[in-house]
């Protein structure tokens, strides 16, 4: 067979493996995403002012929370978790990235042979002569010492886009870590606003007992007047040790609370310094939403699902130029002789090497497809993740602002609810004095402004959260 058709044989295989490899399958298209609504309620948006752009040291008044986040923030340990995915995202990257170079290294290697002196290449080895005066060792050794490249020519922009999707990755892990952050300043206000509402709470309980202990002492005096019996001084006392047993209640929960803060900051049970004003004349923050479409630019976790959806796409065409032909060069240079004190004889000890591979796949391509369509399928996953969060944003700022609102309301309504109750507790206790009301309606009158007191404790701890938590859903805090 002559040399040109030999090339012709070749070009022809060649020319085959790449129209094989080019038959690559289409990607599955996405669909439109549906777009976010123009306001978070009924009437069109028109105020861009929006609360998220607060840095979280001012959106914050109370000093002794600031300290807690501030401290919270350098020693968290889920924190500094995502701070460690950051940077192995960080490295995955200088991985994607050294493979777009060639790869360069030096060997050296010594070994021996002997083979059979009647064999071909026995024969060959005894017939040859090197050069005058040197013979040719038996067994023969083999001395080499070369520097080697390997290269794969990225024609198709796969590793390229492995790469784009790795810097992709690397984003939307930085993202994740600002969504951590958003929620830990947010979970340790909503603690620390638990913890004064159980503070308060626990001075109501107290004033209660007082309160209860006074007119115990009255029944009694009442029963040994022969104005009252038994039935009353027992009820009376039933009352007082139900309010002691919801002291030591709340005391539990305040250690618990701490405690909980104390973990958030990664730190061992100490007692959390804070605010000792009246709790029901502080004042929720005051917010603004803005409009829904800032959640795109403000919110991490939908920042994050973004990239992710970004790296996903690119993760498909990685996927899709595995069908296509690929181009490797390897090249070789250095020194090997059969001695050592003839490696460094030029040019007779100099050996090189360049070679070029183009190789596809061509029958057996079901690996190749079922990653593709794994590619495809993660695409389409990260895209209804995408949607899923905005939406999911936007609803959180909805539900979140029409709280503020009936908080609201229903704090004006329970405040009014306590003033009454107050007042009764006074004149049932007047009218008991004077023999005109029984024990029962002194009884029920304080329990009822009791619970009425720590409904409208709970309700202010409420309205306190809701606004930090439209500060949180808004997207702010890690800025």
């Not at 200088?94 to 060639?102: A, E, F, S």
């Not at 620390?192 to 115990?216: F, G, H, P, R």
């Not at 900051?265 to 479409?293: C, M, W």
């Not at 009791?450 to 702010?476: F, M, P």
């Amino acid at each position: 067979m002559s040399k040109f058709k030999l090339y012709q044989y070749s070009v022809a295989v060649g020319l085959c493996l790449a129209v094989a490899g080019c038959k690559a399958p289409a990607a599955e298209t996405a669909t439109t995403s549906t777009p976010v609504p123009e306001a978070f309620g009924i009437a069109k948006a028109q105020d861009t002012t929006n609360t998220s752009t607060v840095k979280w040291n001012a959106f914050f008044k109370d000093q002794n929370l600031v300290d807690l986040i501030d401290v919270a923030l350098k020693n968290n340990q889920e924190l500094n978790m995502t701070l460690q995915e950051i940077e192995i995202a960080k490295n995955d990257i200088r991985v994607r990235k050294g493979l777009l170079l060639p790869t360069v290294g030096v060997r050296a290697g010594a070994g021996v042979e002997k083979v059979g002196r009647y064999t071909s290449q026995g024969a060959g080895d005894a017939t040859t002569e090197i050069k005058p005066g040197i013979e040719t060792p038996d067994p023969l050794g083999d001395f080499t010492i070369a520097a080697y490249a390997n290269w794969e020519v990225d024609i198709w922009k796969k590793l390229r886009n492995s790469k784009k999707a790795a810097v992709n990755r690397y984003l939307a892990t930085v993202e994740g870590k600002n969504f951590v952050v958003t929620n830990l300043i947010a979970e340790i206000a909503d603690s620390y606003y638990e913890l004064l509402a159980l503070d308060s709470q626990l001075d109501i309980v107290k004033q209660t007992i007082t309160l209860q202990s006074n007119a115990l002492e009255i029944v009694k005096i009442q029963k040994q007047a022969a104005r009252a019996t038994e039935l009353g001084v027992k009820k009376f006392e039933a009352e007082v040790l139900t309010s002691k047993s919801l002291e030591f209640d709340i005391l539990q929960q305040i250690k618990e609370d701490e405690n909980k803060i104390n973990f958030l900051l990664g730190r061992y049970p100490q007692e959390i310094k804070r605010t000792n004003s009246n709790f029901l004349t502080l004042l929720p923050a005051s917010v603004s939403a803005g409009i829904p479409s800032q959640l795109l630019m403000n919110r991490p976790d939908v920042k994050q699902a973004e990239l992710q959806l970004v790296a996903a796409k690119l993760d498909v065409k990685v996927a899709r130029a595995e069908f296509y032909p690929s181009l490797d060069i390897s090249a070789a240079f250095g020194v090997q002789a059969f001695k050592p004190s003839y490696l460094f004889t030029f040019p007779e000890s100099i050996l090189y090497s360049l070679a070029g591979d183009l190789a596809a796949p061509l029958i057996n391509r079901n690996a190749i497809k079922a990653e593709f369509s794994s590619a495809n399928a993660r695409q389409l996953q990260a895209l209804y993740n995408y949607d899923k969060t905005i939406l999911n944003a936007y609803l959180e700022v909805s539900n979140q602002l029409s709280k503020i609102d009936n908080l609201q309301k229903s704090y004006d309504l329970k405040s009014q609810q306590v003033d009454a109750l107050n007042t009764s507790i006074e004149v049932s206790n007047d009218l008991f004095k004077s023999a005109r009301v029984d024990y029962f309606e002194v009884l029920m009158t304080q329990r009822d402004a009791l619970e009425s007191k720590l409904e409208l404790i709970d309700t202010k701890k409420e309205q306190l959260n809701a606004a930090v938590h439209v500060y949180r859903d808004l997207g702010g805090g890690w800025k």
